[in-house]
């Protein structure tokens, strides 16, 4: 529509940034402090925070209240008394129903100068319906070296900016408008209790055709707690990946071949895990090891999956 003045100015893209928190308001804390650090060389994007704290109690307000004295950005706090991660980021996909883009990310996470800018430049720039980016965890003191050397807790260096995925994970993603009008629900009650609803999110995604890219400079960094830090969590969280891949798989192209796709995809990555594994028996080859009992649980739990079993 034009006036008498000239054409009118473009409205600006809207983008919302999506966080869902369970009893950490610390951590949720430190994550708004690095939000309100962020500055984005577009003028053209119109930003906000949405927040769904999954906690009934609302544990996270008082958090909230005291970043909104300091955010520049408004912030939507609710409260998302069913448990379980489906249904915190469901609600905040519905909070968000006017954004051109939502961007993820992770209560436990904090976001360096220049990440938002990044992720906002190569999603203007690419025309991709995704981006996202690594995630480099913070290892405490005195956690096993192999926490050092694996990249478990990093996805650092993994692609190149512009690369396209096949998958991606709400830990430091944005998703355009397009997409979440496209596949809806978008995260499926079903993963209420074993995690992995992001997986099969972005597995429909990029089955419906929307391309995923990687942006290797949008970069936020995770705290890693101690627990997190063992051989036995490493196990179990290799296990729940594999399981959530085989039952996502399934449950979006039920039948015969997606069972031979997951058995060839398991059976592969035992093989090559049991190799590492002996592979990492040499000097200095620990991180082989670790990579291998990664794959082997992880093709453990892929079979298990195919029965519906997960942790």
């Not at 927040?51 to 408004?74: C, F, L, M, Y």
């Not at 996202?132 to 996805?155: E, L, Q, R």
């Not at 969280?237 to 796709?261: K, N, Q, T, W």
């Not at 000097?283 to 892929?302: E, H, M, N, T």
């Amino acid at each position: 529509m034009t006036s008498s003045d000239g054409p009118a100015e473009a409205s600006p893209l809207r983008v919302a940034i999506a966080i869902i928190t369970y009893k950490r308001p610390e951590l949720l804390g430190k994550l708004l402090d690095s939000l309100a650090s962020q500055h984005v060389a577009e003028a053209d994007i119109a930003l906000r925070i949405v927040i769904v704290d999954n906690d009934p109690k609302g544990s996270a307000r008082s958090t909230v209240d005291h970043a909104r004295r300091q955010e520049t950005w408004s912030i939507t706090y609710e409260v998302e008394p069913v448990p379980g991660i489906p249904a915190a980021r469901q609600r905040s996909v519905e909070l968000c129903p006017d954004d051109d883009a939502v961007v993820f990310v992770d209560d436990d996470e904090f976001c360096p100068p220049g990440w938002l800018s990044a992720l906002l430049t190569c999603w203007t720039r690419t025309g991709a319906d995704v981006i996202t980016g690594p995630v480099h965890g913070t290892v405490p003191p005195g956690a096993p070296s192999w926490n050092y050397h694996s990249d478990i807790h990093s996805s650092r260096g993994k692609h190149k900016t512009g690369e396209s995925l096949n998958k991606a994970y709400t830990n430091n993603t944005l998703v355009s408008r397009r997409v979440l009008d496209t596949v809806t629900p978008a995260f499926d009650d079903r993963f209420r209790f074993t995690g992995s609803s992001d997986l099969h999110f972005f597995q429909r995604v990029h089955r419906a055709g929307f391309t995923i890219r990687w942006c290797a400079e949008a970069e936020v960094h995770e705290h890693v707690p101690r627990e997190r830090t063992t051989l036995q969590w490493l196990a179990k969280r290799a296990f729940r990946s594999g399981a959530g891949d085989s039952i996502s798989r399934r449950l979006i192209r039920p039948g015969f071949l997606s069972v031979a796709e997951v058995l060839a995809f398991a059976s592969a990555r035992l093989g090559s895990g049991l190799l590492l594994i002996v592979g990492g028996l040499l000097p200095r080859q620990q991180r082989w090891r670790i990579k291998g009992i990664r794959r082997v649980f992880s093709a453990i739990g892929s079979f298990a999956g195919l029965f519906g079993l997960n942790y």
